[in-house]
């Protein structure tokens, strides 16, 4: 099955229910890092302490996967 070009939505959950201006500021600082090491993403903060990012080639997921298990925010 080839994935690149395929688009895949990634939910993340942050810990310690967080106040939409702190899930705003931790979703803009990892989009900003991803997109230095060249993954464009989208970000979507939802509510419950939920932050989508959404993948436009599926390709990268496993990397955008461990970027975000990597960070001490996250469930």
């Known amino acids: 099955m080839r994935k690149k070009g395929?688009?895949?939505?990634?939910l993340v959950t942050i810990s310690d229910d967080p106040t939409e201006k702190v899930m705003e500021e931790i979703s803009s600082l990892w989009q900003r890092?991803?997109?230095?090491?060249?993954?464009?993403?989208?970000r979507f903060v939802v509510p419950s302490s939920h932050v989508i990012f959404m993948l436009r080639d599926r390709s990268y997921?496993?990397?955008?996967k461990d970027f975000s298990v990597d960070q001490e925010v996250v469930c």
């Open 6 to 10: 395929k688009m895949l939505m990634v």
């Open 61 to 64: 997921t496993w990397e955008i």
């Open 33 to 42: 890092s991803l997109f230095s090491a060249n993954f464009n993403i989208q």
